[in-house]
């Protein structure tokens, strides 16, 4: 019987005519990723570069995460504390926005904080219960440009009129600041508004508010500057 662990990788060779040589490989390599399961993942056994040993919390994994690292995350419901997307990382979802949820262990406040020059693709947010917003882009260094795609928002408010906001763009930002959004998406329920840009820029491709809920304002500039293209707010289509 022979027993093979340690990882998957197995190379088999024979130096001489008289013994095989086996090297099992100790890791899964996958490069400069974290991978992130809320049903299989361990926070106290995970390992970066390791999709056999994923974190379970999204913000743990971020925490261990450095510049150039790709957080992975696997498709769940994931209940997290506030947290910040670390400058030069990319948060991506392997199955997409319909698939990868992500709310807030507390429905109040500002719930991810964007920093730096990050990226973020596939989850679908909810909002909070109060006036604040699920994505918080408020950092003074200049010249910052974070990237987001195919993030949705769904509201979680019961007040009437509703409260919350996908994402807010404040006074704090460095008017050079950027986020550039393709495929914004709004999954239903109730929020006040999915867009608020008070200062820097905010350049949109591809909005679709279907209905299916209550929203007072789809996007407002209070100031910054506003690019967009492919705004859809209305038709069910």
């Given at each position: ?77 994931y209940?997290e ?58 950092d003074p ?85 506003l ?11």
């Amino acid at each position: 019987v022979l027993l093979l662990t340690g990882g998957t990788n197995v190379t088999l060779s024979n130096p001489s005519t008289s013994q095989i040589k086996i090297d099992v490989s100790s890791s899964i390599d996958t490069g400069n990723v974290l991978w992130v399961d809320n049903i299989f993942g361990n926070d106290g056994t995970a390992l970066v570069d390791r999709q056999d040993k994923p974190w379970s919390s999204i913000a743990t994994a971020l925490s261990n995460s450095t510049t150039n690292d790709t957080i992975m995350v696997r498709p769940g419901e994931y209940v997290e504390p506030d947290f910040t997307l670390i400058p030069g990382t990319s948060l991506i979802s392997q199955g997409g926005a319909k698939v990868t949820f992500i709310s807030a262990s507390t429905n109040t406040g500002n719930f991810i904080t964007v920093s730096g020059s990050s990226y973020m693709e596939g989850f679908t947010l909810y909002t909070p219960t109060d006036d604040s917003a699920a994505l918080y882009f408020n950092d003074p260094t200049g010249g910052i440009v974070t990237s987001f795609h195919n993030v949705h928002f769904k509201g979680s408010s019961t007040d009437s009129p509703p409260l919350g906001k996908g994402v807010v763009m404040d006074t704090g930002l460095a008017g050079n600041g950027k986020i550039i959004y393709s495929e914004l998406r709004y999954g239903g329920s109730n929020l006040d508004r999915l867009v608020e840009v008070n200062k820097g820029i905010f350049a949109l491709d591809g909005m679709h508010v279907p209905g299916g809920g209550t929203i007072n304002t789809g996007v407002q500039a209070n100031g910054g500057r506003l690019q967009l293209t492919n705004v859809n707010i209305g038709n069910p289509n």
